[in-house]
């Protein structure tokens, strides 16, 4: 949601924070806007609504201001028209600023300096913010001083860049709440809400904290709070290729990124299993053995497809370690005053770590006492700094908004968190451990086995590509599956699709089956077989029009599905990371022969940092 970029350097502005916001885009926004400082007392702003391509025809791709700051909006606070599109003008053009969060108290803010003789032009919170900066420096305050007053005053969350058009050296920042990224360039420095803009100029990059505030010039940064006192923040290296962030070759990122699976969980796993049998898995985690075996309970929050690995961690943690798991949506369980007890760790699963509701559902844990864990894919965010402990998936970085490779590493991670607990509390029959290893080390084959089947699911996207509602079906750890292959076509392609437990279907959702709903049954040979079996009997019956994926060599299904899918025989709780691909691929080819904007679809952000 909402996206920041910022330049100080000596390369032309414009191109530059152009393919920055192109980088962001992938957040979610609904307009754009860029303002340059040519250093001769006023701005160049300009701002539009909808897709980024509006903003770049309006803007002169080589005007030569090396200063500038730019934002992707994802309308909260008022309409997305050009109009309420950041940056924000304080009303005597002096002062431009971009703002990612909520200004709580902007009413009252904005009533005050309306009293004070200020104007305002939009109908955003941001505004108050230019605005307070413009009236304190009226009063006499030089720029910095006076931005270091005015974010005294705001109540909310915000990343902020801030610019002064008599100020041509200087870009100042803040943030608390949403994260901030400064990338250290060779005489110039780049500002970002995330890394993947800085990825094409730089590696060096510093995460901004909760509560800092930066005076980027174009030798670097300098770091302070709000009360005045100067830090340091340790410059990090960020490993990832730059071209991880492109399309390379592939039509849609996420399709690049179902492809990418095999070498993500390849990259989860990698140093994290044992060498030789009956080594203890070598997770790295903060808690001793000891302290593992003392966990009475667990509770994971999440949202979305990160609440659906989730639930998928529940039945393994259960499985392995035989400890009680609660899985909650992080929006509600932050309010419902949550019991817990003694002995409990809570696990965030977030592949952004910036999801407002699971880093609020985090801490109110922490503070009722909770040990706690995050599982995340994206280095030196909010969720991993502020849990105790983190276990980051390595799946690289993820633009497409409907995630993939991020939940199937979810997925691998959770399976070796369930081991590890379960090795501390004595619990994992040794066999049982080597056969999961064994299986996980065969995922990535198993995973590009299941993506040459591609052509197969696009023929099924074509023939199934009308249909106005599809069910799913799973049981056991492939319920969650059917939730989240239900979830990923509602998603992109906007068809209406619902996930139920198979056993569930005869309680309700069996009214819905006629010839024309596709139900996506998922049934591997496992131990529930037999009855998703009979529940599928019970679905044909009604002529509902089946597509199976089963086990290879599976023919329980002929006669019965309308189509079938077979799959590598692996390790039945392993099934989920593999039932899950065709999934995702099923999706994705309806979505293209709909025509839906398969990376961006509508109203939906790639990190939502609003509750
Ligand atoms: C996934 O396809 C969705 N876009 C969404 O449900 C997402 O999983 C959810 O918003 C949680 O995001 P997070 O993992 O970054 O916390």
């Not at 304080?90 to 309306?114: C, M, P, T, W």
Request: net charge negative; aromatic share 6%; charged share 20%.
């Amino acid at each position: 949601m909402c996206g920041i970029v910022g330049y100080i350097g000596h390369q032309s502005a414009a191109t530059l924070l152009l393919d920055g916001l192109q980088t962001l885009e992938y957040r979610g926004y609904d307009s754009a806007g860029i303002a340059l400082a040519p250093g001769d007392g006023a701005f160049r702003v300009t701002r539009a609504s909808g897709k980024l391509i509006n903003l770049r025809n309006k803007m002169d791709a080589q005007d030569p201001a090396t200063l500038g700051i730019g934002h992707t909006r994802w309308a909260t606070h008022g309409r997305p028209t050009e109009e309420n599109a950041h940056p924000h003008r304080s009303a005597d053009g002096k002062i431009v600023a971009v703002h990612n969060g909520i200004f709580e108290n902007f009413l009252e803010l904005r009533k005050e300096l309306q009293t004070l003789g200020e104007t305002f032009s939009s109908e955003t919170d941001t505004e108050a913010f230019p605005v307070m900066v413009s009236h304190f420096m009226k009063a006499g305050l030089g720029f910095r001083e006076a931005f270091h007053r005015a974010l005294g005053r705001m109540e909310g969350i915000y990343a902020l860049a801030c610019l002064h058009a008599d100020d041509p050296d200087r870009l100042l920042a803040a943030r608390s709440g949403p994260p901030l990224v400064i990338g250290l360039g060779e005489g110039e420095t780049f500002l970002a809400s995330d890394v993947v803009p800085l990825l094409r100029h730089t590696r060096r990059v510093i995460f901004l904290e909760d509560g800092d505030i930066a005076e980027l010039t174009r030798t670097g940064a300098q770091i302070s709070r709000l009360d005045g006192s100067r830090v340091e923040r340790p410059e990090q290296h960020i490993p990832y290729d730059p071209v991880a962030a492109e399309k390379g070759g592939f039509k849609h990122f996420m399709q690049k990124e179902i492809f990418e699976q095999p070498q993500a969980i390849s990259n989860t796993l990698l140093n994290r299993l044992p060498i030789e049998p009956g080594e203890p898995i070598p997770l790295d985690l903060p808690f001793s053995n000891e302290e593992l075996k003392a966990l009475q309970r667990i509770h994971i929050v999440a949202c979305g497809t990160s609440w659906h690995a989730g639930l998928v961690g529940k039945f393994l943690i259960e499985q392995l370690a035989r400890t009680a798991v609660e899985v909650d949506y992080a929006s509600e369980y932050r309010y419902r005053e949550p019991v817990i007890p003694e002995g409990t760790l809570i696990i965030g699963i977030t592949q952004s770590g910036e999801t407002a509701d699971t880093l609020a559902a985090m801490k109110e844990a922490a503070l009722r006492g909770a040990r706690t864990l995050a599982i995340c894919n994206v280095m030196g965010s909010t969720a991993t700094r502020a849990a105790e402990a983190s276990i980051l998936t390595h799946a690289g970085p993820e633009i497409g908004v409907a995630s993939t490779k991020a939940f199937t590493t979810q997925l691998a991670v959770l399976t070796l968190l369930a081991l590890r607990i379960g090795e501390a509390k004595g619990t994992v029959n040794p066999a049982q451990k080597e056969e999961l290893l064994q299986g996980l080390r065969e995922l990535p084959a198993h995973l590009e086995h299941l993506n040459a089947l591609e052509p197969q699911i696009m023929r099924w996207a074509q023939k199934y590509r009308d249909a106005s509602d599809f069910l799913y079906l799973g049981r056991g750890p492939l319920y969650p599956i059917a939730l989240e292959g239900a979830l990923k076509l509602k998603e992109i392609s906007y068809i209406h699709a619902e996930g139920y437990p198979a056993g569930e279907m005869k309680h309700g959702p069996i009214a819905l089956i006629d010839k024309n709903l596709p139900v996506v049954a998922l049934m591997p040979k496992d131990a529930h077989r037999e009855k998703t079996l009979s529940n599928l009997q019970e679905a044909a019956a009604r002529d509902g029009r089946i597509l199976g994926l089963v086990t290879q060599g599976d023919h329980g299904l002929d006669g019965i599905a309308e189509d079938v899918l077979e799959l590598p025989d692996v390790h039945p709780w392993l099934a989920p990371i593999l039932y899950v691909l065709p999934l995702q691929l099923l999706s994705y080819h309806i979505a293209v022969l709909r025509g839906c904007d398969v990376d961006q679809p509508r109203n939906l952000a790639k990190s939502v940092t609003v509750e």
